[in-house]
T-cell receptor, first 109, second 114 residues
Framework: AQRVTQPEKLLSVFKGAPVELKCNYS??????LFWYVQYSRQRLQLLLR??SRESIKGFTADLNKGETSFHLKKPFAQEEDSAMYYC???????????FGKGTKLSVIP | ETGVTQSPTHLIKTRGQQVTLRCSSQ?????VSWYQQALGQGPQFIFQ???????GRGNFPPRFSGLQFPNYSSELNVNALELDDSALYLC?????????????FGQGTRLTVV
């Protein structure tokens, strides 16, 4: 069975402070990992995926297979980063996304 | 290019009734997935349709069924509604090519069962 755990329901940081949103997963093979974001009154949208190894809006995430983690990081938080963040996993040969429960990031001005 | 659209945006039904939710996929996308998002939870996979055939299903009972049409739009049908079916239902479309499996989500349909 595949599972995604986001231990923090809410994370509050001050503007300019570093941000780390935690994501741990359980999957027996090689998964594909994603971060989705939902800004207020907007639809769920892809932020980044591990296979792209890219930085989007200053966010990065590295897949750590040893620790089965895919934490989302940003060195300096901005007010516009306030949103709901979901970590998601896709198993090999499957199109099904398994989501975590989400972390609400609140950036305090 | 148009995005994923869902209708209706809100719906109230009585326990035991049946409901149909609709989704128009993004232009050019041939795959549609449906997710249920209960309050305070992440989206949970219901099933996926590819070229009018169901090709993946999550842990949902048979009273959750679907259809995909030749234009790749889709319907989610839920029979014998229960109070626990109250949730946001999300539709996502994609056009899987190689390693690109990005899913584009609609704004959702909020279903309330009373």
């Amino acid at each position: 069975a595949q599972r995604v755990t986001q231990p923090e329901k809410l994370l509050s940081v001050f503007k300019g402070a570093p941000v780390e949103l935690k994501c741990n997963y359980s999957y027996s093979g090689s998964p594909e990992l994603f971060w989705y974001v939902q800004y207020s009154r907007q639809r769920l949208q892809l932020l980044l995926r591990h296979i792209s190894r890219e930085s989007i809006k200053g966010f990065t995430a590295d897949l750590n297979k040893g620790e089965t983690s895919f934490h989302l990081k940003k060195p300096f938080a901005q007010e516009e980063d306030s949103a709901m963040y979901y970590c998601a996993l896709k198993g090999a040969g499957s199109y099904q996304l398994t989501f975590g429960k989400g972390t609400k990031l609140s950036v305090i001005p | 290019e148009t995005g994923v659209t869902q209708s209706p945006t809100h719906l109230i039904k009585t326990r035991g009734q049946q409901v149909t939710l609709r989704c128009s996929s993004q232009s050019g996308h041939n795959t549609v997935s449906w997710y249920q998002q209960a309050l305070g939870q992440g989206p949970q996979f219901i099933f996926q349709y590819y070229r009018e055939e169901e090709n993946g299903r999550g842990n949902f009972p048979p009273r959750f069924s679907g259809l995909q049409f030749p234009n790749y739009s889709s319907e989610l049908n839920v029979n014998a509604l229960e109070l626990d079916d109250s949730a946001l239902y999300l539709c996502a479309s994609s056009f899987p090519t190689g390693s690109n499996t990005e899913a584009f989500f609609g704004q959702g349909t909020r279903l309330t069962v009373v």
